[in-house]
């Protein structure tokens, strides 16, 4: 109301001049008590209002896994609030900007640390991609179900496959492949043998390794696949990893980021990328109850660039061609370990597993579902909002403060109170 009723006396002045005078001196004043009240709220903060803030960077803070991100509202990201350098501002910073730090000092310091806590660190390959894995293949990950694309079957070797289409990300595919007289570790060390193959995988045509752990067998290594004439080749940068469940091998490929070796136009790299497989020995088929044959779970999905329909299109009718290539693959290595075991032994890397209890697996997810259960029963905890409520609060009494103590006028008082009720919406708004 005072802002109504002081315009009309302004607006009857006859002289421009008069006017804009007079306009000036309403506005100098409001406009440096605005300032000042934002600075005040901002500034004045006690000790107790960090707790919402600490509390709403706790709960935001990612728990360990592979494969999730939370993003955080920093206010020093806002350039306006940066280059204020205001004391609690600055002190949130420097606290991100050192944990950053931090993490990048460990980094370095990874040489110095012993090979399977550097490695862990890393983060290549995890235990969170260990469960991620055993919750595929136990059927336990959530996911949309599978549907079944393919079925082939001859005396020694079968394949069957199922694709599903989560509503986010490429559509993920399943395979099931039997082998007769395998052993797992035959096969195991066979898909980990990059030099043998390119004897039997003509997709690839380059493969090196870049590094290796020999405590934890991790591995990063690069692949460049040919793709069809209509595509680029394609690079992947893959880590890669073993567990042993007691001859049952759950083997981790995936996609990770390397900056070593710098990305280039060609071949196109493939950032999104996850194949692993469990290979563990079945009973035969022969019908005699013994167990010499070997069964391989594939998980796979990648983003290679190309529309998902377009992919889905290419892989079911290429999927026979690549994949009945591997049975004469494995027993071409077969007859070659057999023969020549001095000149070609097994892969070194895949024979370095780290050794895992499945029954330890299946009590972390008891354990984890029964929290699950917990945290959804017990009474909700306060929100992050609470810290923004604080902040709002500091504004707007910042801005009453002076608004009472720099001006008497209803103008000032007015404008002041509809410039702080504008902040605390942007504020309950962020």
């Known amino acids: 109301m005072g802002l109504v009723s002081a315009l009309p006396e302004i607006m009857r ?3 421009t001049g008069d006017m804009l005078s007079e306009l000036i001196m309403f506005v100098s004043p409001l ?8 600075l005040v709220g901002w500034i004045w903060k006690p000790k107790w209002a960090n707790f919402g803030v600490e509390k709403l960077t706790s709960s935001s803070s ?11 509202f920093n206010l020093c990201s806002i350039p306006s609030l940066n280059s204020l350098k205001l004391p609690w501002i600055v002190d949130y910073g420097v606290r991100n900007d050192s944990l950053s730090s931090q993490s990048s000092q460990n980094s370095s310091f990874n040489s110095s640390l012993p090979s399977q806590v550097a490695k862990e660190r890393s983060g290549f390959v995890t235990e969170d991609d260990l469960r991620h894995l055993w919750k595929l293949v136990e059927v336990k990950d959530g996911g949309p179900a599978w549907i079944q694309m393919m079925d082939r079957t001859n005396p020694t070797f079968s394949y069957q496959a ?3 289409d989560p509503e986010n990300g490429p559509p993920q595919y399943r395979s099931r492949t039997f082998f007769e007289d395998a052993t797992p570790e035959m096969v195991r060390d066979f898909f980990w043998d990059d030099g043998f193959r390119a004897k039997w995988d003509d997709m690839l045509i380059y493969a090196s390794t870049h590094e290796e752990c020999l405590e934890t067998g991790t591995m990063v290594v690069q692949w460049v696949r040919k793709f069809p004439f209509f595509c680029s080749d394609r690079e992947y940068i893959i880590g890669r990893r073993i567990w042993d469940a007691g001859r049952v091998f759950y083997c981790i490929t995936k996609g990770v980021n390397y900056p070593s070796i710098p990305r280039r136009k060609k071949p196109r790299r493939v950032d999104l990328y996850y194949s692993s497989w469990c290979i563990r020995a079945a009973e035969s088929r022969r019908g ?8 391989v779970i594939l998980f796979h999905h990648e ?9 889905k299109l290419g892989v079911r009718q290429g999927m026979w061609g690549a994949v009945k290539k591997i049975e004469p693959g494995l027993r071409a290595y077969q007859k070659l370990r057999a023969a020549e075991s001095g000149s070609h032994p097994s892969p070194e890397m895949a024979r370095i597993n780290t050794k895992v209890n499945l029954e330890d697996l299946s009590k972390e997810r008891e354990s984890f579902q029964q929290e699950e259960v917990e945290a959804r029963d017990s009474p909700r905890k306060p929100s992050g909002k609470s810290s923004s409520s604080v ?6 009494g910042g801005a009453i403060a002076l608004a009472c103590t720099l001006d008497k006028g209803l103008l000032t008082k007015a404008v002041i109170f509809g410039v702080a009720r504008r902040f605390a919406k942007m504020g309950k708004r962020l």
């Open 391 to 396: 902040q709002k609060v500091l504004v707007v």
């Open 13 to 15: 002045r006859h002289a």
């Open 162 to 164: 199922w694709r599903r």
């Open 31 to 38: 406009w440096a008590a605005v300032v000042l009240g934002v």
């Open 303 to 311: 983003d290679m660039g190309i529309p998902w329909e377009i992919a």
């Open 288 to 295: 005699d109850g013994q167990m010499t044959a070997c069964e």
């Open 62 to 72: 990612p728990h360990a896994s592979s494969d999730s991100t939370t993003s955080k």
